[in-house]
Structures are given as structure tokens and as C-alpha cells.
């Protein structure tokens, strides 16, 4: 079977109001920024001011101001629960009957002004727990539909109210003493690592439990739960198709092949070409991406497709989708961790992690030394803001990190660069979903067209793959924009 590296121009494809309804890019080469693979302590979560912007409230008055340019529901009520520290819960699939993008400008209003305005015409009901907290739920039919509970978010990736907590030295936690914190609530475990997701009804709860922590044993590492970037939405497009997939699927005959893990939202249904190379989705999270186009975790596993077949004209490699996404539009730190830890538990031996976000994250960080320890190849995607700024986990020294380029090698506006960066490889494809075709673009189609890669050169599992690692970067160098 011989496999083959085509050329760059060939890799281009392509919130009491119960029971109320409610109607409806830079020209010099950049400066160099290291990878980093320090151990530190995360910060603490940015100024108030900060946190809440485009939507405000003023506890003193309880009263709402927002300036949301066009969100989608989700992130609004993330957003609204980060600043007013109620519970809010949503119906399952409501976000297809909401407006798709949330646009509201206004100032010093009430619950029962502001609200209508924030929530795309959805009903609500905003009631107090006996606990004294709030809770809103958004429903379409009942408030007891509202069975999805909306994790807060500040705005700046962090989840204020949820700690990641670990040993440093691999002894044994006190699981009742976790639980016996002010407001706490375990709801998650990781073995192969040995930490905790443990939630608080509020940040001012889970920040206190984290100094009290921190005093009781320096052996404990402490971390805020956070949140990746929402992947951009694939564009409509017409008179645009892709060229057809020639690629066969084969069997080893030990029946041995190697594994591709794609950490990302669940994949729809493929075309038959395309599904014969993957797997059964892995559910790391319950639940899946909302219709309307191909999700992201579609469009990353048809580009990684693309990347076997520019490899060879078949292969053994199979893609395994882990589900990390579910129906939210974001994945968190602690989900994308136990993605990993399942599919190096399963036998993947390459990762793709085509997401991301500025912050750092002590405890992904080392789950990814992890399995490259012991021989996995983590490629992951550089970030689409272009500028130099690290991007993780792609700027981890562990990861092969990915940025786009054009059709002739050249850095795209929107790609991050520096010196975390690895290679570049065209960051554009496009996907066909009944009989309408999208275009899909950024690192995100690098990384996962990089692994692809990687799995055609490296069909016979017992390949080492750090040869692989070299020749990648061999092949797809970074051609930094000329100075005047």
C-alpha cells in the first residue's frame, strides 16, 4: 500500500413571574511565543466590569441592561446565570424554535420587561427555591419540560461556579469532604486522571471553597472548570461542490487498524463515502447538535476523511467521534479531558482536538502529557483570532499545533501564528447536506485534515508516530508574511 503527500494546492477543498408566556492580519513575521508547559495556579476570574459585558445586572436594583449584538439562546442564558447567580434551565431542542441569533439593546428594565427581550419569544417561569435562589426556566410546552440545566458562564471562559479538583501526588481525596462544602455538588469523576468536578450554587461558594482548599492540604490541585470557544458556523454557498472522495476502506488482515479519536460535537450522518471511515459516536456528553447545517463535529470528520485520502488511495485508519459537545454550543475544559482519557482508553493512538481558548488549563495540560507518554499524537488547532497569542491546548508543548493557510501556503488573516505553532495546512473545505453544500473554514479544518494525515502515513498500528509528527512538519513548513 503506498502512501503519498500531495502538494498544497491539492489539499484545497475544499428569567415571582410563574406560569406567564410571553410572546414571541499583521505584515511583519511575528515575534516567537514559546509553548508553555509550566505548572501554575489559575488566575482568579477577570473584573466584574470584564465579566458582563453585553448583558448587565445591577443587584442593588434588580434591574437588566443588555447590549447582545446577536448570540445565540445558549450563551445568552449563560451569561444571564453568571451575573445574577440563578439557576436556569431549558427545554430540550428549544434552540430551534428560539430566534437563532439574539439582538437586544436596553437599559434599567425589570425581570418582566427585560426578559421577553433576551429570550427570542420563548415562555419562562422565574420562581425562588426554598433555598432562597432563583430559578428560570425557558420552555416551548411546560416549565417541567425544562429539564436541561444551562452552565454559567462570565463571558471569559471560566466557569466561575465549578471547581476541577485533583491530588498532585495521586493519594486518595476525601470524596464526603468535597461534597460537604458550602453549596457543593459532585457531579463528575475522571479515574484515569483522579480528579473531580464538583459544582457550587454560586462563584462566591466555589471561590471560598477553593482558598479553603488550598489552606487544608498543598497537595491539591485547584481549578476552575472552563469553557472552549463556540466553533464558527459553516456558510451556505451555491455553485460550490466538493470533489469526489477516492478512497477505499480495507481491512488489515491481523484485523488490527489504527484509531482516530475526534474530540468535537457528534457527527450527523455522512454520505456513504464518507461514513464507511467512521465509527459509532462515543457520548462523553449527552445529546446533539441542533439541525440546520453540518455540525462542526460533521464538518471536522469529512475533512479529516479528505486528509486520509490525501494520504493514500486507501486505508484501514477509522475516525472514533467522542461526543463532548452534546446539544450545548461549547464543550468545557472538564468534557474535553475525559474525551481524551476514553479514547486513549479505547486504543486511539492519534487525537484531534480542533477547538480551543486563550486560557490555560493546568489540569487539560496534563492529560495531554499523559497520553503522549505513552505514544499518542495530540494535533490540536491554533485559534482563529491572527495574532501570536497562545492558543490551548494547542500551544501546549506536548501538541502538534495547527494554523491555516491559503492555497499556496501563505497564513490566512485569521490564522494564529508564533512560536507554538507547528505547520500550516489549507483551512478550508466543503461539506454537502442534503443536496446544499457549506463551506467550512479555519485551523479547525487543519488540525482535523491533519490527522487525517497522519493516519494514512501511519496505517499499521504499531508505527511509531513520532516519525509522523516530523514528516508533517517537514512537509507543511509555515511560510511567514514578508516584512516591508
Not at 24 to 34: E, K, M, Q, T, Y
Not at 166 to 187: C, F, M, T, W, Y
Not at 249 to 255: E, I, K, L, M
Request: proline share 8%; aromatic share 6%; with cysteine.
Amino acid at each position: 500500500m503506498r502512501s503519498r503527500l500531495l502538494p498544497l494546492t491539492c489539499l484545497w477543498v475544499g428569567l415571582v413571574l410563574t406560569g406567564q408566556t410571553h410572546p414571541a492580519a499583521p505584515s511583519a513575521a511575528p515575534l516567537p511565543v514559546p509553548k508553555t508547559n509550566t505548572a501554575t495556579n489559575s488566575a482568579l476570574p477577570p473584573s466584574t466590569a470584564a465579566a458582563r459585558k453585553g448583558l448587565q445586572w445591577n443587584a442593588a436594583t434588580d434591574r437588566y441592561a443588555a447590549s447582545i449584538p446577536g448570540w445565540p439562546l445558549q450563551r445568552v442564558l449563560a451569561r444571564l446565570s453568571a451575573q445574577t447567580g440563578w439557576r436556569v434551565w431549558i427545554e430540550d431542542g428549544i434552540e430551534t424554535q428560539a430566534r437563532p441569533q439574539i439582538r437586544a439593546q436596553f437599559r434599567n428594565l425589570p425581570a418582566r420587561e427585560a426578559l421577553p427581550r433576551i429570550l427570542g419569544g420563548l415562555n419562562y417561569s422565574l420562581t425562588t427555591a426554598s433555598n432562597g435562589r432563583r430559578e428560570l426556566k425557558v420552555f416551548a410546552t411546560h416549565a417541567r419540560s425544562s429539564t436541561r440545566e444551562i452552565i454559567a458562564d462570565a463571558g471569559d471562559g471560566v466557569i466561575a461556579n465549578e471547581l476541577i479538583i485533583r491530588s498532585k501526588s495521586g493519594s486518595p481525596i476525601d470524596l464526603k469532604h468535597l461534597a460537604g462544602l458550602e453549596g457543593a455538588r459532585l457531579v463528575g469523576t475522571n479515574g484515569m486522571a483522579g480528579a473531580y468536578q464538583v459544582r457550587f450554587d454560586s462563584e462566591k461558594q466555589a471561590e471560598d471553597a477553593k482558598q479553603k482548599l488550598a489552606k487544608e492540604s498543598e497537595d491539591l490541585a485547584i481549578e476552575n472548570n472552563q469553557q472552549f470557544e463556540a466553533p464558527d458556523a459553516p456558510v451556505a454557498v451555491s455553485g460550490m461542490t466538493a470533489p469526489p472522495l477516492r478512497l477505499t476502506a480495507t481491512v488489515r488482515p491481523d484485523g488490527n487498524r489504527r484509531v482516530i479519536a475526534l474530540i468535537d460535537s457528534a457527527p450527523q450522518p455522512l454520505a456513504p463515502a464518507f461514513q464507511s471511515f467512521l465509527l459509532p459516536t462515543v457520548d462523553v456528553v449527552s445529546g446533539g447538535p441542533a439541525s440546520g447545517g453540518p455540525s462542526h463535529g460533521t464538518s471536522m470528520a469529512e475533512a479529516m476523511v479528505r486528509g486520509l485520502s490525501a494520504g493514500s488511495t486507501e486505508t484501514s485508519t477509522r475516525i472514533q467521534p467522542y461526543n463532548v459537545y452534546g446539544a450545548s454550543e461549547s464543550a468545557s475544559t472538564w468534557d474535553v479531558a475525559r474525551g481524551i482519557t476514553q479514547a486513549a482508553q479505547d486504543g486511539s493512538t492519534i487525537i484531534n482536538l480542533s477547538l480551543g481558548s486563550a486560557q490555560d488549563s493546568p489540569y487539560l495540560r496534563d492529560i495531554i502529557q499523559q497520553v503522549t507518554g505513552h505514544g499518542a499524537l495530540v494535533i490540536a488547532a491554533a485559534g482563529n483570532n491572527g495574532s501570536m497569542d497562545p492558543f490551548y491546548p494547542a500551544a501546549y508543548e506536548a501538541t502538534l499545533a495547527v494554523t491555516a493557510t491559503g492555497r499556496a501556503g501563505q497564513l490566512t488573516p485569521y490564522a494564529n501564528r508564533g512560536g507554538f505553532v507547528d505547520l500550516g495546512v489549507p483551512g478550508s473545505t466543503v461539506v454537502q447536506m442534503d443536496g446544499q453544500s457549506w463551506v467550512v473554514q479555519g485551523t479547525s479544518v487543519s488540525a482535523a485534515y491533519a490527522s487525517g494525515l497522519a493516519g494514512a502515513l501511519a496505517q499499521n498500528p504499531q508505527t511509531p508516530l513520532a516519525p509522523v509528527r516530523s514528516k508533517l512538519i517537514e512537509t507543511f513548513p509555515i511560510q511567514l508574511p514578508k516584512g516591508p
